[in-house]
């Protein structure tokens, strides 16, 4: 491995060695940055996960937005990091509409004089 300047006691100015590609090779290792960890196949929405695809259609049936809702709050999206920006999406457009569907009801419930 390459000497590189620094302690290994964990300062703040100490630096982790990066193994040469002949140690790799040698040890028939990978570096911890090339690791996956998960799995890589595709998606099922057009690559996209459950999440985009209830966002998408959730606009058509609104209740898809509180299918991911539940699926973000039970951490459906550990299995598969990639699941996670499509969920809160889907939870953050459930919100929205359940404060719109609340004041929808109060305005149509509150008498006019």
């Given at each position: 491995m390459e000497n590189?300047?620094?302690d290994a006691?964990?300062?703040?100015n100490s630096r982790v060695p990066i193994?040469?590609?002949?140690e790799i090779q040698e040890n028939n290792q990978r570096p911890h940055y090339q690791t996956n960890t998960y799995n890589?196949?595709?998606l099922f929405f057009f690559g996209c996960g459950i999440?985009?695809?209830s966002f998408?259609?959730?606009f058509?049936?609104?209740f898809l937005w509180y299918f991911a809702t539940i699926l973000y709050f039970r951490n459906y999206h550990l299995r598969n990091p990639r699941e996670r920006q499509g969920?809160?999406?889907s939870a953050i457009a459930a919100l929205i509409c359940s404060v719109a569907v609340l004041v929808a009801l109060l305005i149509a419930l509150i008498p006019r004089n």
């Open positions: 590189i300047e620094g006691s964990g300062s703040k193994p040469d590609q002949d890589v196949k595709p999440g985009w695809f998408t259609l959730g058509l049936f609104p969920l809160a999406a």
